[in-house]
């Protein structure tokens, strides 16, 4: 077999990237910050409140707890969901090693 593309990459590299795709659709960042607030959620309070299809709502929520950064119970048909602090922690640290390693060159606008 040849390398695939993530392969040229490292496992912190390739990491951030898949979270970074996760966070990049505005639906998501909104479950995100509504289930940041309510600190718990059922899906269709989810629908109500972001305004999108169940179907959709639930695309969603499957990115986001395949990424580890939800977790969720299930009662008959009703499935509740919250942030995976254990995960949301790790994620921190990732996002927050990444930015932290910019330096400040010392050079003028003509880099």
């Given amino acids: 077999m040849g390398v695939t593309k993530t392969d040229l990459f490292s496992q912190t590299q390739n990491e951030l990237a898949s979270l970074a795709k996760v966070f990049a659709h ?4 909104a ?3 509504h289930l940041l607030k309510s600190n718990t959620c059922c899906n269709s309070h989810l629908i109500e409140e972001i305004g999108l299809a169940q179907a959709t709502i639930s695309q969603h929520l499957k990115e986001l707890k395949n990424s580890g950064i939800l977790q969720g119970t299930i009662e008959g048909v009703s499935v ?27 050079c003028n606008t003509n880099c």
């Fill in 80 to 106: 509740s969901y919250c942030i995976n602090p254990e995960r949301w922690s790790e994620i921190k640290d990732i996002f927050t090693k990444f930015f932290e390693s910019y330096e400040s060159p010392n």
């Fill in 26 to 29: 505005p639906a998501r960042v």
């Fill in 31 to 33: 479950i995100i910050q």
